[in-house]
Every structure is written in C-alpha cells, then in structure tokens.
C-alpha cells in the first residue's frame, strides 16, 4: 500500500494533500464497531440493517463494523471543517499520511457487504439451512 505522490503533476505534501481531495473522502461516512456475528440471528439482524440506504457493513483485521454512507454536515463547500477548533477527537486522530485519497478504506478489508444481496449470497454459505431459519427461529420462540 503506498501514498499517491503527485497529483496532476503538483507534489503532495500532508500539508496540501487534503486540498486535493473531492469532497474529503474521510468526512463522508461513520464507522461503528459491532459484536462479532455468530448465529443465524446475528446475520439476519445485519440483514435487517444493511436494507437501509447507504449501510454497508465490513470487517477488517480489527473487527465487524457498520459503515454509514453519510457526509458530515460540518463540511463546508470548499472541503475544509465549519467547526475545525472544536471537531470531535476522532477527527484529530485522523491522520492523511495513508488515507482515502490514497486507495479506496475497502482494500483493506476482509469482507465488505455493500448490500442485501451480497450478505444473503454470504449468509447462504456460511449456513446449512439459511432459508429455513425462520422456521428453525419460530420454534425457539414457542
Ligand atoms: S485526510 Fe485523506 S481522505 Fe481526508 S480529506 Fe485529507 S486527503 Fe482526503
Ligand atoms: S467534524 Fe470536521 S473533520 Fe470531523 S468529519 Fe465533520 S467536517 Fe470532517
């Protein structure tokens, strides 16, 4: 994994680097790490929350995390924070020495469920009876 050195023919530095990118990649999306899913349960509950719009879920060497597509409303037009002084610590800890702009946060994922059909088709192979499940979750209910 390496850093884009030029863009358009002008030399990236940390201090530029974030001038060049559309949009600033890392202000459009939250990240919020799961429970490990294990069961039938777990993943139809994912199911559930990947059917709504811009959810995606993945996992990484650290874990299973829920990705929502959103830009923060602090981003101001020009790509740069409307509350830099007071921005979460989080952002603080965001460093641009290897980031978005570099290659997609995907490439460094294990698995990534972009929608409901893909963690179906998943969730299939992973267990033996996906499409009886809610019969299997019926009887526990009883
Ligand atoms: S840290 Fe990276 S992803 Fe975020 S605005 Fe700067 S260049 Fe873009
Ligand atoms: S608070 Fe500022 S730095 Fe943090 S995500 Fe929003 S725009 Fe980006």
Known sequence: MTQKKTFKGIKITSENKCGFCDGAKCCAYITEQLET????????????????ENIRIYKDDEG?????ERTCLHLQKDGR?????????????HSNDYCEF??????GFDL???????LTTYCKKRFKG????????????E
């Open 102 to 107: 570099d290659a997609p946060a995907e490439e």
């Open 64 to 68: 299973w995390y829920l990705l929502v």
């Open 81 to 93: 924070c409307g509350i830099y002084d007071e921005r979460p610590h989080v952002c603080r800890q």
């Open 130 to 141: 996906w499409g009886k499940r809610f019969v299997k979750f019926e009887k526990e209910y």
């Open 112 to 118: 990534y469920f972009h929608d409901f059909d893909q």
């Open 37 to 52: 899913p294990r069961s039938m349960h777990d993943f139809d509950h994912l199911l559930w929350q990947i059917s709504h």
